[in-house]
């Protein structure tokens, strides 16, 4: 495994009685990076990450965390994981640093003072952290859960969908958190259903889609570099059509565009021969496709 992954999962599957719930799952986490693990309600997602916590077992495949094979060296590969699978849970009566403290107590390593108040500025959550956990909105457990995953400095960080129901000021902190870890060299794997989750903080892909991994790769689709997508709008957009494709262009409808995919950059032949044969040039422009067009055509039948 290369230094700068610090986990690896390769082609784990996991069966529930005859039911094959995740398929052949492959994929890994760079130091430093943030991952995003995508897909629909109920494809596999919480799933993976309670195989990569150990909550539930893997029947193939592998896991390696900081190259620890996790079913066979699974306390010291946990040394190197914070996470929160699915809700965080605390102390209600009790107050954010009484939660931390507690938490610290248990951690494999010894927290002092001073690394609980740097991790609690991290997240920032120094103005609130004496207050009693019962008071905190959604946004500020949520912090509060993060502080509590990164109390022993992991390497690796899990979150499974952290961002439900954060209003947008939460959404912003949340984001500007994980900027501060990824900053600091910890691989993030956060699942979400939420495309704009992933478009805001994500350097990397990973789609899920009925157990089994469609993509994976960088937010955009690597495959798709090598080609210029242009939009184009003529005075006769029928006729321009038809010229294109027996010249045999990829031409599609988008809207009131045609979609033209170019192997190499030909807009200038291509306008050129549109003109020649008397149709006028409205518009031309370069597209690229959004991370839900992308999303679509990753996934078998597009739906969320």
């Known amino acids: 495994m290369e230094k700068q992954q610090v986990l690896e999962v390769k082609n784990i599957s996991k069966r529930v009685g005859k039911k094959m719930i995740i398929n052949d799952a492959s994929f890994t986490v760079e130091r430093g990076k943030v991952t995003g693990l995508l897909g629909p309600n109920g494809a596999g997602k919480t799933t993976i990450i309670r195989m990569l916590v150990g909550l539930m077992s893997h029947d193939e ?146 789609i899920v889609q009925k157990g089994e991994i469609t993509y994976v790769g960088p937010m955009d689709n690597p495959e798709e570099e090598s080609k210029l997508i242009v939009l184009l709008e003529t005075d006769k957009q029928e006729q321009a059509q038809t010229i294109l494709l027996a010249d045999h262009y990829n031409v599609t409808v988008a809207g009131s565009y045609l979609k033209i995919e170019l192997n190499e950059d030909t807009r200038t032949t291509l306008v050129k021969q549109l003109v020649d044969a008397g149709i006028g040039i409205k518009e031309l422009k370069v597209h690229v496709d959004s991370l839900e067009e992308n999303f679509l055509r990753w996934t078998e039948d597009g739906g969320l």
């Open 61 to 206: 495949g592998s896991i390696r965390i900081d190259s620890q094979v996790l079913s066979t060296n699974f306390k010291e590969a946990m040394t190197h994981v914070g996470a929160i699978v699915e809700n965080p849970e605390f102390y209600n009566y009790m107050t954010g640093m009484e939660n931390l403290k507690q938490y610290a107590r248990m951690a494999p390593k010894t927290i002092t003072d001073d690394k609980l108040n740097q991790v609690i500025r991290s997240v920032h959550l120094e103005n609130n952290i004496d207050q009693k956990v019962k008071t905190y909105s959604l946004g500020m457990r949520q912090r509060l859960g993060v502080a509590q995953a990164i109390l022993h400095q992991p390497d690796l960080l899990l979150l499974d969908e952290p961002m439900n129901g954060l209003d947008p000021k939460g959404m912003r902190e949340f984001r500007e958190m994980i900027q501060n870890l990824k900053n600091h060299g910890v691989g993030v794997l956060i699942s979400s259903h939420q495309l704009s989750d992933m478009e805001l903080l994500c350097d990397n892909l990973v």
